[in-house]
């Protein structure tokens, strides 16, 4: 098992606890509430970061 592969994971577990809590980072918290194209695009961005990372380590 490679290391990127277990970053991998963790980013995946990082962007739905992001999706379920309503808030991610970029270099500050983005809410979805308050900033929802903001929010959205930083999570479609981590969401990509994570599954390359995952699917690239295969």
Do not use: C, H
Not at 29 to 50: D, F, G, H, M, N
């Amino acid at each position: 098992m490679n290391i990127w592969f277990l970053i991998g994971i963790a980013l995946i577990i990082w962007v739905i606890y992001d999706l379920i809590a309503g808030v991610t980072w970029t270099y500050r918290e983005v809410y979805r509430k308050y900033e929802p194209v903001q929010y959205w695009l930083v999570t479609i961005i981590w969401a990509i970061i994570a599954f390359a990372t995952t699917f690239y380590s295969l």
